[in-house]
């Protein structure tokens, strides 16, 4: 008795077809095979280049531009890398992520930025690639072109493995830096930027300083100085200025209390966050509800961040939001500590807006820290911050 074949709508009729035949040379083989025969005058660009770069670093490094060139040199590798990668993306469908960017405009000084190019990993590695590149390019080059003559039934099979080594090749050396190098160079940069909101803040009190009690004290001295000469022979004059300089003296103790506030406020010190929160709340020219809810008291760094940047934003509120209503949120969640603060103004808040939304991020980040800006036009504004929680240490 003859089988016969499941009928044609049987489910069972998948099972005895066979796969459609797969030309050797499809659209991917053919995409490796030009993939390997680019790699050659690609690999003379990049090994000429990395030469140029290493050459002219060396000889001119003791002279004033040897450096400097040598950092935009690794700048320029970055960009041969970033070719390269789509170049692989396009021809070899390797999907690598492009590497983090050097965070040079949030740096301190020239000298900080120029340190940060030369020890960029990025670009050495792509130097790196490129010297290595020129003898794998010489061969991958001349196998793949003889073999599309003599070998044409096995170049398939060839130029597959030729290309995972490419492949390999590119994912190690043209992969982003690993999340320690990222966090090193991050690191250092916030380290820039607290040294120069440190020195900033000193420049800002000397200023106080010097423009308001100090010049008030100045006035105050040369008042009593005449007030004593007059003393003897025109009491009542000399009453006068000792009551106008009494009235100085109240004012320059005011604008003590005022800077003082401004580096760390007393109350703050004192009751914690959420009598200070409620303290320029209640300055505000927005009437502002406060909420706080924390297990314990955070760091005194943390803390005073978490204020300072409370206070700016509430100032920002007061200048340009023109708001009916605002609000502050504090809480401890997930080992962080979450800042929020919403106004139902104008909206139109941005980084670049010239209202210190900038400084903060700079300024948390320095610290580890998140910050987030949600301002549509029309409204309403939301500001999350995100700090991490340490315990105080008393």
Request: charged share 25%; proline share 7%; hydrophobic share 45%.
């Amino acid at each position: 008795m003859t089988p016969t074949s499941p009928a044609a709508g049987d489910p069972r009729a998948a099972l005895h077809r066979l796969p459609p035949p797969r030309p050797a040379y499809d659209v991917h083989t053919w995409k490796e095979i030009l993939h390997l025969l680019l790699n050659l005058p690609v690999a003379v660009v990049g090994f000429t280049y990395a030469f140029v770069v290493v050459v002219a670093g060396g000889v001119l490094s003791l002279t004033a531009i040897g450096l400097p060139l040598l950092a935009l040199s690794l700048l320029g590798s970055r960009q041969l890398g970033k070719l390269e990668r789509a170049r692989a993306r396009k021809l070899l469908g390797v999907r690598v992520e492009e590497p983090t960017p050097l965070p040079l405009a949030r740096s301190g000084g020239p000298m900080q930025r120029l340190w940060m190019a030369l020890k960029d990993p990025v670009g050495w590695r792509t130097l790196l690639y490129d010297v290595i590149r020129l003898p794998w390019g010489v061969l991958t080059f001349c196998t793949t072109l003889v073999s599309l003559v003599v070998l044409w039934p096995v170049l398939p099979y060839l130029s597959r493995g030729l290309a995972n080594l490419d492949r390999a090749m590119v994912r190690g050396l043209l992969s982003p830096s690993d999340e320690l190098e990222r966090r090193i160079a991050e690191l250092e940069s916030d380290r820039g930027i607290v040294v120069d909101t440190a020195a900033a803040d000193l420049r800002r009190i000397e200023r106080d300083l010097h423009d308001g009690a100090q010049a008030r004290l100045v006035s105050l001295a040369m008042g009593l100085g005449l007030a004593r000469e007059k003393l003897l022979e025109d009491p009542d004059t000399a009453a006068a200025m000792v009551d106008e300089a009494h009235g100085e003296v109240k004012l320059a103790l005011q604008e003590l209390r005022d800077l003082a506030r401004g580096i760390h406020p007393a109350v703050l010190t004192d009751r914690g966050l959420d009598a200070a929160l409620s303290a320029i709340a209640a300055r505000c020219t927005v009437p502002v509800r406060v909420a706080v809810d924390l297990p314990a008291r955070p760091a005194q760094a943390i803390e005073g961040i978490a204020y300072f940047t409370v206070s700016e934003l509430l100032q920002n509120i007061s200048k340009h939001s023109r708001a009916r209503t605002a609000s502050v949120d504090v809480r401890h969640a997930d080992g962080r500590l979450l800042v929020r603060v919403t106004d139902d103004g104008v909206g139109g808040a941005r980084f670049d807006g010239g209202s210190g939304m900038r400084g903060l991020a700079e300024r948390l980040g320095a610290v580890d820290g998140r910050f987030a800006v949600d301002s549509p036009a029309g409204g309403p504004t939301v500001v999350t911050a995100e700090l991490p929680w340490r315990d105080r240490q008393e």
